[in-house]
């Protein structure tokens, strides 16, 4: 085969997130994939499928398989299913829940028994969700940098509600497993447009906010 008709050969990747119930894996999948938020919380059963086709310099049209892993898989029987030939595994957590950041041990544990034995081993992040409740924070970040130096780990830091970060991040991330090094531009384009979102206090006194909201949510 040519170097061109190599070129274009879609490439496919499976990216599977798993994480604590209600940490936002579906809401970050669904940020990603179709730029779409909702505050309504619906646990995942079993697994839920997202695909996103993007393209980048140096590796053309890529296909994501995004396979989202209800919270409650980590003690069935089909967690080696889901992981199975797995590219990349995020494991997310919310930043305001340290149940959620605790859980990572367990997680982290589970998959590498599950993924020991396949010839190819699978890229595996830690991405702290809900960067916009900074605020409400409950996990310092130095917990977060140490847990990942320990383990080998990359580490992002989202938002699924606004989009901060998402784009980049998995973009970073397939390059990262394609060998790849995103160019500046490509890095601008995956960074959204952040709004202020103006919230009317009962006294009449508008607070404006770039990114934190004052309500608490469930995503």
């Known amino acids: 085969m040519s170097d061109s008709e190599d070129d274009a050969v879609e490439k496919q990747l499976k990216i599977v997130i798993v994480g604590e119930a209600g940490c936002g894996k579906t809401c970050l999948a669904s940020r990603y994939c179709h730029d779409e938020f909702t505050r309504q919380y619906f646990p ?16 053309g049209n890529i296909t994501l398989q995004i396979w989202d892993v209800g919270g409650q898989s980590l003690a069935g029987n089909m967690l080696d299913k889901y992981v199975y030939g797995a590219d990349v595994i995020l494991l997310v957590f919310d930043i305001t829940n ?4 605790d859980a990572l041990d367990e997680w982290l544990d589970t998959i590498r028994r ?15 969700n809900k960067c916009d409740l900074e605020h409400k924070r409950k996990v ?10 320990e383990n080998g780990l990359g580490s992002h830091l989202v938002s699924a509600r606004t989009g901060e970060m998402v784009a980049l991040s998995f973009h970073k991330i397939v390059a990262e497993v394609l060998g ?5 531009i490509e890095q601008e384009e995956q960074q959204p447009l952040m709004q202020a979102e103006i919230l009317h206090a009962p006294a009449a006194t508008a607070v404006t906010a770039a990114h934190c ?5 469930n995503y």
Not at 44 to 59: I, N
Not at 114 to 128: G, K
Not at 140 to 149: E, L, N, S, V, Y
Request: proline share 7%; charged share 20%.
């Open 44 to 59: 995942t059963a079993g697994v839920d499928f997202f695909l996103k086709r993007t393209v980048l310099s140096g590796a």
């Open 98 to 101: 340290p149940v959620s950041f």
């Open 114 to 128: 599950v993924v020991v034995s396949q010839e190819r081993q699978p890229v595996i992040v830690v991405v702290a």
């Open 140 to 149: 310092r970040p130095d917990r977060q940098h140490k847990f990942a130096q």
């Open 180 to 184: 790849l090094k995103l160019s500046r």
């Open 213 to 217: 909201p004052t309500s608490s949510l």
